[in-house]
């Protein structure tokens, strides 16, 4: 079932995950269809899948991981000569979301850390089946480091450490917290001990997005939320979350949203 919660701020919305075992000496084929906004992973722990994407013939050997991205046609077969065995995950990129964790991974990966991905997979169905507090948000983060572990496996002299993954998300937590105030990347570097130079590509490796624009990204959320719950005059609001002047907000906004904030708060206020 999906795990719904604010996601907003996420690449990636869960929809679902199996297990699968098909005994040796049982066939199974999922006839020619596409999924037009579903992305499709499938993990191979044991057997070969024979595989047509888009009328192109794939072999997905044990240990790899097979990509399937949404208006794709394609038709699996797993033949009766081998078991198989592994996992089915899908789940819907979030179109507001400029990060693209998956953007240079092929049809089919070779696993380098079997373990460690199936572990993540493992995870993603417990929290399925047994949704708590902050399920969704889990679902979302651990679709992220699945894709981040297949690039890994792509291309482990650029591999983002984990260390590296934990000051970014401890970055990217500070900048949602102090969007409203001045923020630089010679202050963010010297706050968190890199040089802007570091602290600029790996949040570009990690978000896809450069620090800048995520911080306009949390400005310009905060502010569709105060245009939409309170009655703020928009040049308070520009002042609420760190622009100078209100020409400077308008013109951000605009960009960012496609129209201006009085007109975006009309529209809300007709929806409500």
Known sequence: MPLVQ???????IFHSIQSFT?????????????HP?????????????????????YTVPTGAALLIRPDTWHELEFAASEQHSGYSLSFIRNRSSLQVP??????VVPVSDLHGLGALLAQLQLE?????LNSGL??????????????????????????????IQEIRHFMEENHCRSLSLDGLGNRFGLTKYQLARL?????????LQYII????DTAKQLLTTTKRPVAAIARAIGYKSDTQFQAAFKKAVGMTPRHYRLESSAKA
């Open 203 to 211: 949040f570009k490796q990690q978000t896809g997005m450069s620090p």
């Open 37 to 57: 906004e579903t992305m499709e992973l499938l993990l191979v722990l044991e057997g070969k899948i024979e595989c047509q994407l888009d009328h192109k013939p």
């Open 102 to 107: 998956e953007a240079d991974l092929p049809p």
């Open 138 to 167: 889990m679902a979302c983060h651990l679709i992220e480091l699945i894709l981040l572990l297949l690039n890994r496996s792509l291309n482990p002299n650029n591999a983002i450490s984990l260390s590296d993954l934990t000051i």
């Open 6 to 12: 604010d996601i907003s701020h996420h690449p990636f």
């Open 217 to 220: 990204s949390c400005r310009m």
């Open 22 to 34: 098909i005994p040796k000496g049982h066939s199974q084929r999922q006839t020619l269809h596409r």
């Open 128 to 132: 399925s089946a047994h949704p708590q």
